[in-house]
């Protein structure tokens, strides 16, 4: 079974702290995608990752950054949390190659910045 | 560029009720296409795929059918249970680039015992 990690279910934070998060697939997978998830607005993608040491911005990277040091770990980090970053977090990984890109995806970091 | 249009919803059924959960998208070229499965506090599942026209992913129960002219992936259920209770996400993926899937806002179904 692909299995996708992330180091909290549940974090709290305080504005202008940086956030850590973390997220480990163990399948071999290229790419790994970063969500967040706000009600009535669905899925939007802040940063993805094809390679190590690669990333690219997705819809809404304003305010965050990414670090993929290894294949299988992609951090996506906060430097300065706000109140609007308030939010569902979820991470997600895939094949590179055509026809097998369906994404596989952790259980989500529920993030309240106070 | 690629879309994907699924209604929000919610949509409220009694158990034993047929599901139908519409999903339509534009896209480039041979897209697959994906539903997932999202339970309350958990990340999204994949529930079934179809990569050609005409081909039928089906698992738990749920069926959906590629349907090129239509540009459609319509997710059914014959019967549903109060633990189909979730949200599901219509996906597609024309391959363009690697940003990967799609996806469509989901739709919110809530079943009653």
């Known amino acids: 079974d692909v299995k996708v990690t992330q180091s909290s279910r549940y974090l709290v934070k305080r504005t202008g702290e940086k956030v850590f998060l973390e997220c480990v697939q163990d399948?071999?997978?290229?790419?790994m995608f970063w969500y967040r998830q706000d009600p009535g607005l669905g899925l939007r993608l802040i940063y993805f990752?094809?390679?190590?040491?690669?990333?690219e911005k997705g819809d809404i990277p304003e305010g965050y950054s990414v670090s993929r040091e290894k294949k299988e770990r992609f951090s996506l980090i906060l430097e300065s949390a706000s109140t609007n970053q308030t939010s569902m977090y979820l991470c997600?990984?895939?094949?590179?190659?055509?026809?097998?890109?369906?994404?596989?995806f952790g259980p989500g970091t529920r993030l309240t910045v106070l | 560029g690629d879309s994907v249009t699924q209604m929000e919803g919610p949509v409220t059924l009694s158990e034993e009720a047929f599901l139908t959960i519409n999903c339509t998208y534009t896209a480039t070229g041979y897209p697959s296409l994906f539903w997932y499965v999202q339970y309350p506090g958990e990340g999204l599942q994949l529930l079934l795929k179809?990569?050609?026209?005409?081909d039928k992913g089906s698992n738990k129960g749920f069926e959906a059918t590629y349907r090129k002219e239509t540009t459609s992936f319509h997710l059914e259920k014959g019967s549903v249970q109060v633990s189909d209770s979730a949200v599901y996400f219509c996906?597609?993926?024309?391959?363009?680039?690697?940003?990967?899937?799609?996806f469509g806002k989901g739709t919110h179904l809530i079943i009653q015992p």
């Open positions: 996906a597609l993926d024309s391959g363009g680039g690697a940003d990967g899937l799609t």
């Open positions: 399948m071999d997978h290229e790419n």
């Open positions: 997600a990984s895939s094949f590179h190659f055509l026809g097998a890109r369906e994404q596989f």
């Open positions: 179809a990569t050609k026209a005409d």
């Open positions: 990752s094809y390679d190590v040491k690669m990333k």
